[in-house]
């Protein structure tokens, strides 16, 4: 039986629609945040890391393997006995076990080193957690409040639309110019332009959600969050300023430089090599054992381990001015945020508790004239535009208040937040 490729590839495609559509799914606050932790490579990968340096960590504190030494000695390569295992009384098999001694001290300072890379890794691990809750809880807020913009905008649109009939009335009996209609037209147009615009964002916000999420997220479930006020109190937030991941990420990197330059310290305690041998020789000659000892000779530590640990050392104090700059970036970072918050705050309320009621009274106002005959419809449908845009541009305010909240939010600790 033959099939059609279009046919088949119509198929695939109604699959994948089926398949994407069966998969889609409304979703918390909450769920998303923890569905994107969970999708996160980036914090997989640093949680592998960090566990490596431990596990590394645990392994520089034990000794070196020991090493077996076999071979000959003293093989004759030339005269009568070229060659010969068993003639030359000096000729042995030789076989031994060699040991490095690594002092207790350098050890365990090379362990700590690790460790403290294991804490950098994870609190560097903290930062990337919080910039993809900040980003998720975003997303989340803006299909929250895009959704309420769309729903709005085609709600007022479909009332406009209503008036289909009563305009066209109107231009019949002559009580409205035959141009009317083209601005009744006009404003629609307008109008639909918005609820487009609104779509747009609320697919947008999908889109954000699943690259974050790796879900298809159809909508936003659940409450919303208190982002009509701080997350804390200003004074919290400003002496929060240490515990914001970010710095405590600054401080494991020089702590951690901290600990390579006090392993570099001691470098130049010399390790210790043992070996036991035992030699056995040809029949009638003894057999024969030793035992050796190597010692490093750190002669020239002022051109080696000195210059290694000055290397560390100017690590570790560049840590520390790095860890000084952050926290003056971070104390400057949320002065600006608590200020975007506070103006997003104003021109949210200002938008809601005033501009927006005195644009619905005139539509309302309008519309008791329009019943009454003494306006035109174009006037009405200019005024229900002028509240789609005063909606809209409240909401839009709405949501630059939640960003910004979402921005302090997930700044600071969580434990920090009320």
Same mark, same amino acid.
């Given at each position: 039986?033959?099939?059609? $490729?279009?046919?088949?590839? &119509?198929?695939?495609? /109604?699959?994948?629609?089926?398949?994407?559509?069966? #998969?889609?799914? $409304?979703?918390?606050?909450? @769920? *998303?945040?923890a569905a994107a932790e969970r999708y996160s490579a980036e914090l997989s990968a640093s949680r592998n890391e960090a566990r490596a340096l431990d596990a590394m960590a645990e392994s520089a504190r034990q000794l070196p393997d020991p090493k077996l030494k076999f071979g000959i000695d003293n093989l004759p390569v030339q005269g009568n006995n070229d060659r010969r295992f068993t003639r030359e009384g000096m000729t042995m098999q030789r076989v031994g076990v060699m040991q490095r001694y690594v002092s207790d001290e350098k050890r365990q300072r090379k362990a700590l080193t690790?460790?403290?890379?294991?804490?950098?890794?994870?609190?560097?691990? &903290?930062?990337?957690? !919080?910039? /993809?809750?900040? =980003?998720?809880?975003?997303?989340?807020? =803006?299909?929250?409040?895009s959704t309420r913009a769309l729903e709005t905008a085609r709600r007022l649109l479909a009332e406009s639309a209503a008036q289909q009939g009563a305009q066209k009335a109107s231009v019949g009996a002559g009580n409205a110019s035959a141009d009317s209609v083209l601005v009744w037209r006009l404003a629609l147009s307008a109008m639909r332009d918005k609820v487009t615009l609104a779509e747009r964002d609320v697919e947008l916000a999908q889109a954000r959600l699943a690259e974050l999420t790796g879900q298809n997220v159809t909508a936003a479930s659940g409450s919303l969050p208190r982002y009509q006020r701080l997350p804390a109190d200003e004074q919290t937030l400003t002496e929060g300023v240490a515990q914001h991941p970010e710095m405590v990420a600054a401080a494991s990197v020089a702590n951690?430089?901290?600990?390579?330059? &006090?392993?570099?310290?001691?470098?130049?305690i010399p390790d210790v090599d043992v070996e036991v041998w035992y030699g056995r020789r040809a029949q009638g000659y003894e057999d024969m054992a030793g035992v050796m000892f190597t010692v490093d000779l750190p002669l020239f530590t002022s051109q080696r381990q000195d210059k290694d640990h000055a290397a560390d050392l100017s690590r570790s104090m560049q840590a520390n001015d790095r860890l000084a700059q952050t926290t003056r970036e971070h104390q400057a970072q949320i002065r600006t945020l608590i200020a975007n918050y506070r103006a997003a705050q104003a021109l949210w309320q200002r938008q809601r508790e005033e501009v927006t009621p005195l644009v619905r009274q005139r539509a309302?106002?309008?519309? !008791?004239?329009?019943? !009454?005959? #003494? *306006?035109?419809? $174009?006037?009405?449908?200019?005024?229900?535009?002028?509240?789609?845009?005063? =909606?809209?541009? *409240?909401? @839009?305010?709405?949501?630059?208040?939640?960003?910004?909240?979402?921005?302090?939010?997930w700044l600071i600790p969580q434990e920090l937040a009320q």
């Open positions: 039986m033959k099939h059609n $490729p279009l046919s088949l590839r &119509a198929g695939g495609v /109604l699959l994948c629609l089926i398949c994407s559509a069966a #998969q889609a799914e $409304p979703l918390t606050l909450t @769920q *998303t945040l690790l460790q403290a890379q294991a804490r950098s890794v994870n609190a560097q691990s &903290a930062v990337t957690r !919080a910039a /993809l809750q900040r =980003e998720a809880a975003q997303a989340w807020l =803006e299909l929250a409040i951690s430089a901290k600990a390579r330059s &006090a392993e570099s310290a001691i470098a130049a309302m106002l309008l519309a !008791a004239q329009y019943r !009454a005959g #003494q *306006t035109q419809l $174009p006037e009405l449908l200019e005024a229900r535009r002028a509240v789609l845009d005063s =909606e809209l541009s *409240t909401l @839009q305010a709405e949501k630059d208040l939640a960003r910004a909240w979402a921005a302090i939010q």
